[in-house]
């Protein structure tokens, strides 16, 4: 009876495991793939800051593309964050509640004086990794030097702005005068975009602002050529680097950085630094900042 029993139980086990060799594909252990890229519903989104160099509409135009390229890149989303000053971004940087960001030069000196945060790299353009301040007046104006602006309406950037506060700070006080008594009035516009903008409006009568931006602004809008004239050109200074907190992970930060590095050997990253205006992202050493960092002490406005 015991026998019979067995040997029932084993001929049950057979056929239900043929019923289900039917619906169940054949695995070869011996056979390896890559795995399906899967990202985890809760995986952190990485916040990137831009400081207000262009309105924050011209900056999330500019750098949407950039932050999808990233996202994909680092198979993380990348959410764009933005301040209404450089200061602000500074404080995001400074508190880790950011994990990249592009700020401003004399914004770079500031928070590297507080070890707050760290050189990743920075834009090429031409070849070079510099830009300028550039003095702007209305095309119809009969202003030919800065010493002609005496009296007149002038437009800075941010107050921590390198090339639109603090050079024109700088050669006012070369005359042995302060911005405000040397200009009948003067005014932030918070981004060099809207500071051109001002000039071309003859809302202002001067304003100093990023050569790179302004050549941006000249190349998709060719019209301005009409409405603005470039009086002064200062020396050249360290690009506006791309910065990580100070306490980033050192593998969070070669990665970032690798991928910066990388983007002009893609064909993805080739087109979103051509809508940019960049040729690439190179290292960049903290000495490249040393003559914005005399600029600053010159104007008195070392932070």
């Not at 495991?17 to 990202?39: C, G, K, M």
């Not at 060719?222 to 593998?251: C, E, N, Q, Y």
Request: a negative charge.
């Amino acid at each position: 009876m015991q026998r019979w029993w067995c040997g029932l139980l084993i001929l049950f086990l057979i056929s239900c495991q043929d019923a289900r060799a039917a619906d169940v594909p054949y695995v070869n252990l011996s056979e390896r793939t890559t795995l399906p890229i899967t990202i985890a519903a809760d995986h952190p989104s990485l916040p990137m800051a831009v400081a207000a160099i262009l309105s924050p509409q011209g900056t999330a135009e500019s750098y949407r593309e950039l932050a999808e390229y990233l996202g994909s890149a680092l198979e993380r989303s990348v959410e764009l964050v933005q301040r209404r000053t450089y200061a602000e971004v500074n404080t995001l940087v400074a508190e880790q509640r950011v994990e990249l960001a592009f700020v401003c030069t004399s914004a770079y000196l500031d928070g590297s004086a507080d070890q707050e945060m760290e050189l990743l790299a920075a834009p090429e353009i031409d070849g070079q990794s510099v830009y300028y301040s550039q003095i702007i007046v209305p095309a119809n104006s009969t202003i030919e030097t800065l010493s002609d602006l005496r009296g007149k309406i002038f437009a800075f950037t941010d107050p921590m702005s390198l090339t639109g506060r603090v050079y024109p700070t700088a050669l006012v006080r070369q005359m042995n005068q302060e911005p405000e008594q040397f200009f009948s009035n003067v005014f932030f516009t918070y981004s060099h975009d809207r500071a051109i903008d001002a000039v071309a409006a003859n809302v202002a009568e001067g304003a100093a602002v990023d050569s790179v931006v302004l050549r941006y602004a000249l190349d998709r809008d060719p019209s301005l050529l009409d409405k603005i004239r470039i009086i002064h050109t200062s020396p050249p200074f360290g690009m506006p680097p791309v910065v990580v907190p100070a306490k980033l992970p050192a593998r969070e930060k070669m990665r970032l950085q690798q991928i910066l590095l990388e983007m002009s050997t893609n064909i993805q990253g080739r087109q979103v630094l051509d809508h940019l205006g960049i040729d690439r992202f190179v290292l960049i050493d903290d000495t490249a900042y040393d003559s914005a960092r005399a600029l600053v002490a010159e104007a008195g406005e070392m932070p």
